[in-house]
């Protein structure tokens, strides 16, 4: 919502402390929190401490607080998240940029200390609006190299994908530095003691370091994890040796094609249960809890990257212009889900959006930590406490691990006993 050139969907920020015109004012955005505390709501903003716009005023009034090359070209091998090279020659002053994203998106130097200082001060302005907290954008990349040294060819598939051209190299240079504490530390400073959730696209064993500073991680591998017991039980395992609680379970956002096609539609309800249920925070995305699927995107497309089809908005009611989204004109047509809309599903007990209801609230009364259960092949089980979630990951129906009492199935509502067997897609939480 920041006032942004939106060459990357608004992850070039032109000013930290405003609104953009075309979204609101600062004025909305305190009565959005207002309103979220008057029901006992917290709001987190993002905040983008990596890069500014090149339209930021800091980029000519500060050329300092960048990274620029010392050579006259690119100081090294580098390459850009979404492909080509990390380095952008300033057509004003002649000089090569870094830009570990879209060229428009200049990295800030966080070795020097005025950058801190800068970014604490826009933080603080939202704090003191009633902000609560921050999802920190891209922090791995907050501290590179300062020798600049070329990262080394991949010696294998990466950790966690992205995009191809990005893949060639392993990026032990270009992010991630040995001593990322440093600049966290001072982000913590500034944030004070406001809650931040961080976004380290890093394999899940290297977040301690993060965590040292920052509340609690994104766990990534469970978002990419095949639909497949063994993956996504590392993947929780991971989360589990981190510490209880520190990661952030996401299994969906604007970045990745949608829940319905990276799992299939008949997994949606089992994705929801496995999610909702693990110990800690937990993102969902808008649209998963309605089941929206990629949509077309648009044409030309707003997003370079490709990412228009998982960016679709939410669809309230079918029956409203623009499915009730907004009254103005959105910029990626409202495309709606395929078992419709929240009215139609609100109405529904037995639809996806009341299993995620069901689950949030079925979430307060789990504690403990993720221990597992023995099941059959393909069945991931798994022990909250009093509680036991199972769910069919695989192709063919599997006996059910033995419970005592049925709490809520992701097909099926109402009083019944816990089933002998699961189909595939199908999962429950019971009382042990
Ligand atoms: C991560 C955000 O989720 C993504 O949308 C953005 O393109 C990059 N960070 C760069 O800010």
Redesign the pocket.
């Known amino acids: 919502m920041y006032p942004s050139p939106m060459a990357?969907?608004g992850?070039d920020v032109a000013d930290y402390m405003a609104v953009d015109p075309r979204h609101g004012t600062v004025a909305d955005a305190e009565r959005l929190v207002a309103a979220a505390h008057a029901r006992r709501l917290r709001v987190l903003f993002d905040a983008?401490p990596c890069h500014t716009s090149i339209a930021h005023a800091w980029f000519r009034e500060h050329p300092d607080w960048y990274v620029w090359s010392p050579v006259d070209g690119p100081a090294n091998n580098w390459r850009a998240a979404f492909g080509g090279p990390a380095w952008s020659r300033d057509e004003v002053s002649g000089r090569w940029y870094l830009h570990s994203?879209y060229p428009e998106q200049p990295d800030l130097d966080w070795r020097n200390r005025a950058v801190p200082d800068a970014f604490g001060a826009c933080l603080r302005f939202w704090l003191e609006r009633g902000v609560d907290g921050f999802r920190v954008?891209?922090i791995d990349r907050l501290l590179k190299d300062p020798e600049l040294r070329d990262d080394p060819p991949a010696s294998g598939p990466p950790p966690l994908p992205l995009h191809k051209e990005h893949e060639v190299l392993e990026h032990v240079h270009s992010r991630n530095a040995p001593d990322i504490g440093t600049a966290l530390a001072r982000l913590r400073a500034a944030a004070r003691d406001a809650l931040l959730v961080g976004?380290a696209y890093v394999p899940t064993r290297d977040l301690p370091p993060y965590l040292e500073h920052i509340d609690v991680c994104f766990a990534f591998e469970l978002f990419h994890a095949p639909w497949d017991a063994a993956q996504i039980r590392a993947a929780i395992d991971q989360a589990t040796a981190v510490g209880p609680k520190r990661v952030a379970w996401v299994l969906s956002?604007?970045?990745f094609k949608r829940l319905p096609d990276r799992v299939g539609d008949a997994n949606v309800r089992a994705a929801a249960l496995l999610l909702l249920t693990l110990p800690g925070m937990v993102f969902v995305y808008q649209g998963d809890e309605i089941g929206m699927t990629n949509g077309p995107g648009r044409e030309p497309p707003d997003d370079r990257a490709g990412r228009d089809p998982y960016r679709h908005p939410m669809a309230w009611d079918d029956g409203e212009p623009n499915k009730g989204f907004t009254s103005g004109t959105p910029w990626l047509p409202v495309t709606g889900a395929p078992d419709g809309a929240v009215a139609v599903q609100r109405a529904d007990t037995g639809s996806l959006l009341h299993l995620y209801r069901d689950l949030i609230e079925l979430r307060r009364s789990l504690d403990g930590p993720v221990e597992v259960v023995d099941a059959a092949d393909g069945v991931l089980a798994n022990r909250r406490g009093e509680h036991l979630i199972a769910l069919n990951v695989g192709p063919e129906p599997r006996p059910a691990p033995r419970a005592h009492r049925l709490v809520r199935h992701t097909h099926h509502v109402g009083p019944r006993s816990v089933p002998a067997t699961l189909g595939p897609g199908e999962g429950f939480v019971a009382r042990i």
């Open positions: 990357d969907g992850y983008v994203f954008d891209a976004e956002n604007h970045d």
